[in-house]
């Protein structure tokens, strides 16, 4: 029986004032799912223009000294959520208390060292591409997510997702010619993007295995993720010369910029949170539907914002990747 027909018969056998009661219960159900859906395309969508804003170089070249901000400030979050659970039950349930052991660190320390190169290489790619351009750079993950798939797993994929995937591939040469036709285009992005791309195909596999380690508790997981490349990535960073700009930086005695880089690691926190949400109050199907409208909405608002020189062929290799993304993700659910 639907939402409406079970309103009908509450009315017919309780009266009008059960009735009411039942209208406004389906009102505040479908306001749940509006609100997650807005929620996750604002955080999304602000997450990409902060980070692309942060990234940009113009007040600190240090790409990989910023993406550990983000990651010390996501840590900051989970430790913060742990803290204020019990204040705020049962609305907290579904977050694990704040831990780290270094039985289950060792254990989830490969998954990290992919979580590490997955991380770089996207904030690589949006800091190289420009906004408009971004959901294209990073379209092949589910080429590459097939891929793996099969020569990890031995899983093959169905006809029609191989469809959806091939119309993906297409899509992305159309619109990487387009983009590199345009005065904004650089090579070295999409060469980051399809690296990204690997890597989150890679982490989407590999996850699988490493769960039980933490009681395949997802958040759980996250925490430790967060704090293994939060103790990682100085390194790297420090290995790849970024010490001498950032040491020159004025940008880092600017409480602004601190602010910023705040504001970026929240969102980039906030986004596991707005995942999480969309997915309880719909499904998978719907999350990957909103995302996809979402990058639709995040291209043309940067065209317009940015004010982004674009071809034809970069719209219709756009086009196509949310189309094969959509026959892809129809094909797996």
């Known amino acids: 029986m639907s939402s409406s027909s079970k309103d009908e018969s509450a009315e017919s056998s309780t009266g009008k004032g059960d009735a009411l009661k039942g209208a406004s219960a389906h009102v505040a159900t479908t306001n749940t799912v509006v609100a997650a859906m807005s929620f996750y395309m604002v955080v999304s969508i602000a997450l990409v223009f902060a980070n692309k804003s942060v990234l940009s170089g113009q007040r600190l070249d240090a790409p990989l000294f910023l ?15 742990a803290l204020i659970k019990p204040l705020l039950q049962p609305s907290l349930n579904f977050f694990p208390a704040f831990e780290y052991r270094v039985e289950r660190a060792k254990a989830v320390l490969p998954l990290s060292l992919i979580f590490i190169g997955m991380v770089v290489f996207n904030n690589l790619c949006l800091k190289y591409v420009e906004v408009s351009f971004y ?12 891929a793996l798939t099969y020569l990890v797993l031995g899983k093959s994929t169905s006809t029609m997702a191989l469809l959806g995937c091939a119309v993906v591939v297409f899509g ?25 791309s690997a890597f989150v195909a890679l982490y989407a596999i590999y996850v699988k295995k490493v769960l039980p380690a933490v009681n395949d508790d997802s958040w759980l997981l996250m925490i430790y993720n967060n704090i293994n490349a939060a103790l990682i990535m100085p390194v790297c960073f420090v290995l790849l010369g970024e010490l001498a700009p950032i040491a020159a930086s004025e940008a880092l005695f600017e409480p602004d910029y601190w602010l910023t880089l705040l504001v970026a690691g929240m969102l980039g926190f906030l986004i596991n949170i707005a995942t ?32 982004n020189s674009t071809t034809i062929w970069f719209w219709l290799g756009f086009i196509l990747t949310l189309v094969g993304s959509m026959i892809y993700f129809a094909a797996r659910n």
């Open 67 to 81: 993406t550990w901000t983000q990651l010390v400030v996501a840590v900051g979050a989970c430790w913060l959520i």
């Open 276 to 307: 999480f949400f969309q997915i309880q109050v719909t499904s998978p199907l719907t999350h990957n539907v909103v995302g996809t409208f979402k990058a639709a909405v995040q291209t043309v608002f940067a065209v317009v914002y940015y004010q």
């Open 172 to 196: 992305f040469v159309l619109g990487t010619i387009g983009e590199l036709g345009a005065i904004n285009a650089s090579f070295r992005g999409v060469l980051f993007g399809v690296t990204s």
């Open 135 to 146: 959901q294209v750079a990073r379209s092949l993950t589910i080429m590459a997510n097939i």
